[in-house]
Each structure stands twice: as structure tokens, then as C-alpha cells.
Antibody
Framework: EVQVVESGGDLVLPGGSLRLSCTIS????????MAWVRQAPGKGPEWVAT????????YYVGSVEGRFTISRDNAQKSLYLQINSLRVEDTGVYYC??????????????????WGQGTLVTVSS | AIQMTQSPSSLSASVGDRVTITCRAS??????LGWYQQKPGKAPKVLIY???NLQSGVPSRFSGSGSGTHFTLTISSLRPEDIAIYYC?????????FGPGTKVEIK
């Protein structure tokens, strides 16, 4: 069974740091792009960051650029998100997701599957 | 960044009804559009990718159409288990952005 399991969420003070982890099973980790998606309480999901299958390329949403770092350890089949300088607005459930893709001509179509159960990050004083 | 909008923000329909949700992009995104279903307390789940491709295991009553800036998700015959919030997501370029969601309820 294809599965992703997140961990590391916690209650932290504004300005604090946290490292989220995601362990995978059921698929060949080093063949897939991976991403983190977060969801603030009562809000829709927000894509946060993506990392290439070999870790050589990363992308971030503007609001986390310079504060968040996505990384991976293919030997350990693990994905990470280092979160620094936490803000109240970073509060939410953080999901680890695999990115699947299919090529149509010269265009790639991508989607997130599966999603984990998420890990809750609460930033509050 | 490309902005995504959805309409309606919520709807109430009867079991068996045909339901249509619209998603619009602020610029041409080709067919780089997916639809996700999120049930209460659960993670989102992909239904459609590439605007019209049904994800494996998703019931055939779900379908997607559109290209460019205008997309639709249709549930051909609403069932009680379809109660959820539905989000569109573009993957045309980074940052990928979700729409604000459409809440579907049973009348």
C-alpha cells in the first residue's frame, strides 16, 4: 500500500523553529517529486514547497521563501520540512504529498497522491 | 501568481441531482487543472487531473472538462457520500495555487 506518514508538528512560540518529517512506504521514493501542502484552520489547502526526486531542485511559495527548507533523504525514504522564524499565520495542518505526473505531448500534468494524515503545527504565544 | 476562483462557494442539492462546480484561472493554464475532494476531518483526495482525466478508483459519476481559463467539475448523480468541499488546483507553473473551495451539501 502506498503511504506517507507525517510527524513533528507541535505548539511553538512565534519566531521558533520546527522540523517536520515524512516517511513513505509502498513506492520507489527516489523516482518521485514530493511536496508539502498546508491547510490553516477552516481554510483551503495551500501548496508550500516541492522538491525534485534527487533533491537538486526546490520550489517554494513566496510567503515561506527564506524561512522554510524542503529536503529529502532518499536512502531513508524520508522527506523533511525545516520551518524557521515561525509566524502565527503558519499555523495549520501540514501534509506530505507525492507528486504524480503524466506527459501529454510536451506538457506534464501533475497531481498530488497520496496525502498523509497531516501533522498539526500551532504557532501561538 | 495565477489566481484561481470557484463558483458557487456552496451549494445544496438533492440526492440524484446533477451538480456542476466552476473554476476559473486568472490566465491561460491549458489543461493543467486538477480537482480534489475533502471530506470533514480528512485530507484532500484527487478526483481529476489534466482537467478531464479521472484518477484511478474514483467513481465515474465524477467528470471534469474545460481548458484555458474555464473549467468545470460535474457530479452526474449526487450521492450522500459526496458531501465534501471541492477544490481546484492548477499545476501550470509555480506557485501552484488552489481555488477557495465549493462546499456541497445535501438538501
Amino acid at each position: 500500500e502506498v503511504q506517507v506518514v507525517e510527524s513533528g508538528g507541535d505548539l511553538v512560540l512565534p519566531g521558533g523553529s520546527l522540523r517536520l518529517s515524512c516517511t513513505i512506504s509502498g513506492f520507489t521514493f527516489n523516482r518521485f517529486y514530493m511536496a508539502w501542502v498546508r491547510q490553516a484552520p477552516g481554510k483551503g489547502p495551500e501548496w508550500v514547497a516541492t522538491i525534485r526526486y534527487d533533491g537538486s531542485v526546490t520550489y517554494y511559495v513566496g510567503s515561506v521563501e527564506g524561512r522554510f527548507t524542503i529536503s529529502r533523504d532518499n536512502a531513508q525514504k524520508s522527506l523533511y520540512l525545516q520551518i524557521n522564524s515561525l509566524r502565527v499565520e503558519d499555523t495549520g495542518v501540514y501534509y506530505c504529498v507525492r507528486i504524480l505526473g503524466q506527459k501529454y505531448g510536451s506538457i506534464w500534468h501533475n497531481w498530488f497522491d497520496p496525502w498523509g494524515q497531516g501533522t498539526l503545527v500551532t504557532v501561538s504565544s | 501568481a495565477i489566481q484561481m476562483t470557484q463558483s458557487p462557494s456552496s451549494l445544496s442539492a438533492s440526492v440524484g441531482d446533477r451538480v456542476t462546480i466552476t473554476c476559473r484561472a486568472s490566465q491561460d493554464i491549458g489543461n493543467n487543472l486538477g480537482w480534489y475532494q475533502q471530506k470533514p476531518g480528512k485530507a484532500p483526495k484527487v478526483l481529476i487531473y489534466g482537467a478531464s482525466n479521472l484518477q484511478s478508483g474514483v467513481p465515474s459519476r465524477f467528470s471534469g472538462s474545460g481548458s484555458g481559463t474555464h473549467f468545470t467539475l460535474t457530479i452526474s448523480s449526487l450521492r450522500p457520500e459526496d458531501i465534501a468541499i471541492y477544490y481546484c488546483l492548477h499545476d501550470y507553473n509555480y506557485p501552484w495555487t488552489f481555488g477557495p473551495g465549493t462546499k456541497v451539501e445535501i438538501k
